[in-house]
């Protein structure tokens, strides 16, 4: 059961480079969040998707889109990395009903340089 | 909007001791909260759920309690060993947001030998 699964692991970028990160899971969950993580400044979300097809934005969503074209996976995209975006990003994903847990993939270490 | 909050920030204990982690939230309207454990450059695994209409959860040497009219939560962990240095982040999902989870930036244990 792999659960919550993202690629890349790691990756560095040139300002101004573009790059998608993909997160994919196998539990047929509604839900899914793209997260990023600062020394600090904690878990942050930065856009959702209620179900296929959907996004919406989260806190801090300025400089990521996002798609989730097909239920089981969720995209985030950097049209022209900063070097504030040099962060860890943390997919998540639960199901719909409320009373159940979320789970989180590895993370994906971007640095921007 | 919820603001959850967790202190300490950073904990060092010896091996042995029993000991306690803090959680609190601003709202109380809650489905459930969440505790999870963050390794060093890992992602984030579930330790325990506790339902809004539950006062603990047990899991081994994990104990996790709720009073959600106070807005605080506690996870307590006995016979601390050096295995259990991590982060232990928590985590609540609100009745009005509830595709979403809101984080408090975590605890840092550190269980010496």
């Known amino acids: 059961n792999a659960g919550v699964t993202q690629t890349p692991k790691f990756r560095v970028l040139k300002t101004g480079q573009s790059m998608t990160l993909l997160c994919a899971q196998d539990?047929?969950?509604?839900?899914m969040y793209w997260y990023r993580q600062d020394p600090g400044m904690g878990l942050r979300l930065i856009h959702y998707?209620?179900?296929?097809?959907?996004?919406a934005k989260g806190e801090v969503p300025d400089g990521y889109n996002v798609s989730r074209l097909k239920k089981q996976n969720f995209l985030l995209g950097l049209e022209s990395a900063a070097p504030s975006q040099t962060s860890v990003y943390f997919c998540?994903?639960?199901?719909?009903?409320?009373?159940?847990?979320?789970?989180f993939g590895q993370g994906t270490r971007l640095t921007v340089v | 909007k919820q603001e959850v909050t967790q202190i300490p920030a950073a904990l060092s204990v010896p091996e042995g001791e029993n000991l306690v982690l803090n959680c609190s939230f601003t709202?109380?309207?809650?489905?459930?909260l969440q505790w999870f454990r963050q390794d060093p450059g890992k992602g984030l695994t579930s330790l325990l759920l506790?339902?809004?209409?539950?006062r603990e959860q047990t899991s081994g040497r994990l104990n996790a309690s709720l009073d959600k009219s106070s807005g605080r939560s506690t996870l307590y962990i006995a016979a601390s060993q050096p295995g259990d240095s991590a982060t232990y982040l928590c985590?609540?999902?609100?009745?009005?947001?509830?595709?979403?989870?809101?984080f408090g930036s975590g605890t840092k244990l550190n269980v010496k030998p």
């Open positions: 998540a994903s639960s199901s719909d009903r409320v009373n159940t847990e979320a789970f």
């Open positions: 539990m047929n969950h509604e839900y």
């Open positions: 998707s209620v179900g296929e097809g959907t996004t």
């Open positions: 709202d109380s309207a809650i489905y459930n």
């Open positions: 506790i339902q809004s209409s539950q």
């Open positions: 985590a609540v999902r609100p009745t009005l947001t509830f595709n979403k989870f809101y």
